[in-house]
Structure formats: structure tokens, C-alpha cells
């Protein structure tokens, strides 16, 4: 009895992961599984390079897109500093520090110590003259070893402009 019961199980196992996975309406699966602060990553490296190319239009419409799927993103799961930090990014490469600082603030509260939002927060002051609250910024970043600080410090000394 216990060999049937046993057998029923590994039947009924099997066959239920088998329906799961082939379940799937996509063929390719990989770009139906990306969430939507996924999606957002790959639009704001797209407008990065955009950006590099001079082809600014085509890095707005990117970093528009990108803020939309993360605008879904933090409706969907609030409280991430990542997101806040996108969002306060593709906020800001839009042309509204208000929102975009709104957004790198809720991330700090959240996460003190974000490189990203330090960073990203640190130009957003530097572009707005606020440059003792980018030095701020950077002291934060202090002592980290990582790029976010020497890019930030090279903002601040005016040696390139990120903004």
C-alpha cells in the first residue's frame, strides 16, 4: 500500500511540474520573465549609450520608458532603494530634480548607505548649486573604494559633467 501511495506521489509530482513548466504562453521565456525594474535597467543602459552618441532624443525616450516600468515596479513592490534610486535617476535625466531628489531621498531612507543614490543625489546638488550638500554626499561615500565616489568627486571638482 505504501509502494502505491509512494508511486501516486512521484506520479503526481512529475507530471504537475511538467504542465508548470510547459505552461509558459512565450517560446523564449526569458523576456516575458523579466520584471519591470528588469526592463528598466536595460532602457537606462540603452540611454546611457544613447547619451555617450549624442543621440539625445533617443535617450529621453528611453529613460521615459525606463521611469514608467519602475514607476509599475514600486506600485507593485514599494520600499526598494534600488527602484528609488532609478527612479530618482531617470527622474532627474528627464529634467525634474524635484521628483528625482524626492525619489533619492525616500531611497536614503531606506538605505543610508546606497552608493547609487549617494552619487546620483551628489550631481543632482551639484546641478542644482547646492554643492555643500553634494560634499555631503560624498562624504558618505568616503572611505568605499568605489567608483560612485571618485565619480561624484570628479562631478563636484567640475572635471566632467554627468548631469
Do not use: W
Not at 512521484?10 to 504542465?19: D, G, P, Q, R
Not at 514600486?74 to 528609488?84: F, H, I, R, S
Amino acid at each position: 500500500m505504501k509502494k502505491i501511495i509512494l508511486s501516486l506521489s512521484v506520479i503526481f509530482f512529475v507530471t504537475t511540474n511538467a504542465f508548470a513548466a510547459g505552461s509558459s504562453s512565450s517560446s523564449s521565456g526569458s523576456s516575458s520573465t523579466k520584471t519591470n525594474y528588469e526592463k528598466a535597467v536595460v532602457h537606462i543602459k540603452s540611454a546611457k549609450k544613447y547619451e555617450k552618441k549624442g543621440k539625445l532624443e533617443k535617450a529621453q525616450k528611453s529613460y521615459a520608458k525606463a521611469q514608467k516600468l519602475l514607476i509599475k515596479s514600486n506600485e507593485k513592490k514599494p520600499g526598494k532603494a534600488d527602484t528609488l534610486n532609478y527612479l530618482g535617476f531617470t527622474t532627474r535625466k528627464l529634467g525634474d530634480f524635484e521628483n528625482g531628489e524626492k525619489y533619492y531621498l525616500q531611497g536614503l531612507a531606506i538605505d543610508p548607505k546606497h552608493k547609487g543614490i549617494n552619487e546620483y543625489l551628489g550631481e543632482l546638488y551639484v546641478a542644482t548649486n547646492r554643492h555643500n550638500l553634494a560634499v555631503e554626499r560624498l562624504d558618505v561615500l568616503k572611505g568605499c573604494n568605489c567608483e560612485e565616489y571618485d565619480q561624484l568627486k570628479a562631478v563636484i571638482a567640475g572635471e566632467k559633467s554627468k548631469y
